[in-house]
């Protein structure tokens, strides 16, 4: 007999108990016990009829970088890191959204300078961006940015620029960051890119 049986045949048991409360004891202490128990039995079985999803950790997915043969196959990648184990799309919204905890990326490739983007993700409180592409006032938002080299994302920085290369070719612009410097960084290393796109 699975759990989820036995909890269901345990609350038939205790509103059927709370019934024969109810039928047989004249008392009203305990008739409002009986009540009082067969309310809690149903809202028990009502909680157990609902489907259980076993809650489980995304699956970890690993990126093998050696094989880019273009830009494009690194923002392939980027795209693949940025809404699994970046975690970006957790704050982050492409395209307008109010639910958004942190600003809108749409565009952020041609209007930020490859340096700024990686500096926003490594020392993101190094410049506070605030958001002035919306009317009115600029929108404070409520999430700190965290820093994305470090645990518990732990980016690396082929991982960190594949990201870029994403957010440039989501912005329609021409991917800088060349697939040759990206496979020969390292952990002290830093990437060349072709040309500064946007600005600070």
Same mark, same amino acid.
């Given at each position: 007999?699975?759990?989820?049986?036995?909890?269901?045949?345990?609350?038939?048991?205790?509103? $059927?108990?709370?019934? =024969?409360?109810?039928?047989?004891?004249?008392?009203?202490?305990?008739?409002?016990?009986?009540?009082?128990?067969?309310?809690?039995?149903?809202?028990?079985?009502?909680?157990?009829?609902?489907?259980?999803?076993?809650? =489980?950790?995304?699956?970890?997915?690993?990126?093998?970088?050696?094989?880019?043969?273009?830009?494009?196959?690194?923002?392939?990648? $980027?795209?693949?890191?940025?809404?699994?184990?970046?975690?970006?799309?957790?704050?982050?919204?492409?395209?307008?959204?109010?639910?958004?905890?942190?600003?809108?990326?749409? $565009?952020?490739?041609?209007?930020?300078?490859?340096?700024?983007?990686?500096?926003?993700?490594?020392?993101?409180?190094?410049?506070?961006?605030?958001?002035?592409?919306?009317?009115?006032?600029?929108?404070?938002?409520?999430?700190?940015?965290?820093?994305?080299?470090?645990?518990?994302?732990?980016?690396?920085?082929?991982?960190?620029?594949?990201?870029?290369?994403?957010?440039?070719?989501?912005? $329609?612009?021409?991917?800088?960051?060349?697939?040759?410097?990206?496979?020969?960084?390292?952990?002290?290393?830093?990437?060349?890119?072709?040309?500064?796109?946007?600005?600070?």
């Amino acid at each position: 007999m699975s759990e989820v049986a036995l909890l269901q045949l345990i609350g038939l048991t205790v509103v $059927g108990c709370g019934i =024969l409360i109810l039928l047989f004891i004249t008392s009203k202490f305990l008739r409002v016990v009986g009540f009082v128990v067969i309310v809690l039995g149903t809202f028990t079985l009502i909680a157990l009829g609902v489907p259980q999803m076993p809650s =489980l950790p995304p699956a970890i997915e690993t990126f093998d970088i050696a094989k880019v043969k273009t830009p494009d196959d690194l923002a392939s990648i $980027g795209q693949k890191i940025f809404f699994s184990k970046g975690q970006c799309a957790l704050c982050h919204s492409i395209g307008p959204s109010e639910s958004a905890r942190c600003p809108d990326l749409k $565009g952020i490739g041609a209007k930020l300078a490859p340096e700024f983007i990686y500096e926003s993700l490594t020392e993101p409180q190094a410049y506070i961006y605030l958001d002035f592409r919306h009317e009115g006032l600029p929108k404070e938002y409520p999430a700190r940015m965290p820093h994305i080299n470090k645990n518990p994302i732990a980016l690396s920085k082929q991982e960190i620029y594949s990201v870029i290369a994403f957010l440039q070719k989501m912005s $329609g612009e021409p991917i800088s960051v060349k697939v040759e410097d990206v496979l020969g960084v390292g952990e002290e290393g830093d990437v060349k890119v072709a040309s500064v796109h946007g600005a600070y």
